[in-house]
């Protein structure tokens, strides 16, 4: 079986967006919004893997591997009351003090270091209740308080304590809604960069515009920008909970995208939204792998903002629904021609074949598909992040919200955390921005090989 997966959801964003993913995912697998299952389910033959995401008890009742953080109870106190005993209630954790971090990223990583001890508690159980413990996935925004500075936090630990294990995050980028984000952001991203192996990054703008362009919501709320990374979540993680042949863990899945260790930031596009989790999307006409896999191309479907002229390291398309093998080559051959590749890459989409939930709405036949692109084009966003950070930081603007005398920090105080997370973050988009020539391969260090994921190659449909 694959290994089980052990999902931290933190802050507003984080649960918001979790609640989300596993009301998808839980109607995948025929599974009731508060765990139970229909009796109907419960003699079928089932070739999926629920075990990746869910425990389950002699009564078929399922409980997910998560654990839900936050610093006020509203949006835990909504996903109690929508989704009644679904999660575990020993892994629900909402700050005592019950006002938030207040947007500020210290004030969320000192809660944690107070509450190290809890928090690894209820991880060292989950992980306690795994066959063959696979790694982590962590869902928060970056621009508030609670997601980035306890999600921060989290990422240390995790490297730290179990540095064989993955740690993939799904990490949204504001929209300027937050004044100090740009510190969030910053902080934030040092810890993404050096403490974790695959970043799925999406950002509010880029979510909003595809929300209003292409499902035309006229004006989209979070619930909309939701549905859309919990889609891009249950898409990432078909093949492992409806495995086949080749990307049936996530050490295959991430091997594939992350060929050099320090560039791990990931770009999601997906086509088309149906009606099965998007209420608004169109009755669209009956869609083929090969409408997918070159509509996924479209940048206007990049769920955050990249630049047009950007790069790539690795593409992998995840196509859901049946497939015919011809329309698939046919489509690869032109697709190849569209793309940008780094010029040291070996220029291949990576294809794995997804298959679709049999408990989802049987008329509808669409094929759907999920690009996930390692790409240079992520230099948009982090430009964009480092010039605001600057504006804000040359201006010495609100940083006594950062420096309280109670909070401790790795480097002693917070302007050399401020540096510290600058300078890596400066360097990952050096090394972004090399990754485009041809004699980057040379600079590699081989030492680094140590920090890359490996597993032996997954079986491609295009290997060339
Ligand atoms: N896409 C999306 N963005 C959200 C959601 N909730 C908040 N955000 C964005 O997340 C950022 C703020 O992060 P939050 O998650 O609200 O903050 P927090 O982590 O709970 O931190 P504090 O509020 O400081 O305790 C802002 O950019 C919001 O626009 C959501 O449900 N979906």
Redesign the pocket.
């Known amino acids: 079986m694959p290994g089980e997966i052990i999902t931290l959801q933190?802050?507003?964003?984080?649960?918001?967006?979790g609640e989300q993913f596993w009301s998808q995912i839980c109607s995948e697998h025929g599974i009731l919004p508060d765990g139970t299952t229909s009796p109907e389910t419960h003699n079928l033959y089932r070739e999926d893997q629920t075990d990746i995401f869910f425990q389950r008890n002699d009564n078929n009742r399922y409980t997910p591997r998560a654990i839900l953080i936050?610093?006020?109870p509203r949006?835990i106190n909504n996903i109690r009351s929508n989704t009644g005993s679904l999660f575990n209630p020993k892994n629900i954790y909402v700050a005592p003090e019950g006002g938030?971090?207040?947007?500020?990223w210290a004030?969320?990583y000192h809660h944690a270091q107070r509450h190290e001890e809890e928090f690894l508690d209820m991880v060292n159980r989950e992980i306690d209740a795994c066959d063959s413990f696979e790694g982590f996935q962590l869902i928060?925004?970056?621009?508030?308080?609670?997601?980035?500075?306890?999600?921060s936090f989290f990422l240390q630990e995790l490297s730290d304590r179990f540095p064989k294990k993955l740690v993939q995050t799904y990490s949204?980028?504001?929209?300027?809604?937050?004044v100090v984000?740009p510190y969030n952001t910053v902080l934030t991203l040092k810890r993404l960069i050096e403490n974790s192996d695959a970043n799925v990054v999406?950002d509010?703008n880029a979510?909003m515009s595809i929300a209003s362009t292409n499902l035309q919501v006229s004006s989209p709320s979070?619930?909309d920008?939701?549905k859309l990374?919990s889609t891009v979540m249950s898409a990432a993680t078909n093949t492992l909970r409806f495995p086949g042949y080749s990307y049936n863990s996530l050490t295959s899945i991430l091997s594939t995208l992350i060929p050099t260790p320090d560039l791990h930031f990931l770009i999601a596009s997906y086509t088309p939204f149906t009606s099965d989790y998007v209420s608004n999307a169109h009755e669209i006409r009956r869609s083929t792998a090969y409408d997918v896999i070159l509509e996924v191309l479209d940048k206007k479907l990049r769920m955050c903002s990249s630049s047009d002229t950007g790069m790539n390291l690795s593409v992998l398309d995840i196509i859901i629904g049946e497939i015919e093998q011809s329309d698939v080559q046919k489509a690869l051959v032109k697709a190849r021609t569209r793309i940008n590749y780094v010029p040291w890459s070996s220029s291949a989409i990576h294809m794995a074949l997804g298959k679709r939930s049999p408990f989802l709405n049987k008329s509808q036949k669409q094929v759907s598909g999920l690009m996930l692109a390692n790409s240079t084009s992520i230099l948009k966003l982090l430009r964009k992040t480092l010039s605001e950070y600057d504006q804000l930081k040359s201006r010495g603007a609100f940083l006594n919200n950062y420096s309280r005398g109670e909070y401790e920090f790795d480097h002693g105080d917070i302007s050399m955390e401020f540096d510290e997370a600058r300078e890596t973050l400066k360097t990952t988009m050096n090394e972004y921005r090399d990754s485009e020539e041809l004699s980057y391969l040379d600079e590699i260090d081989p030492d680094e090989d140590a920090g890359q994921i490996t597993e032996s190659a997954p079986r491609d449909v295009d290997m060339t």
């Open positions: 933190a802050g507003q964003c984080g649960n918001q967006v936050d610093m006020e949006v938030g971090a207040g947007n500020k004030e969320g928060h925004s970056v621009a508030g308080g609670t997601g980035s500075g306890i999600g949204v980028f504001g929209a300027s809604e937050v984000q999406f509010n979510l979070y619930k920008t939701n990374i």
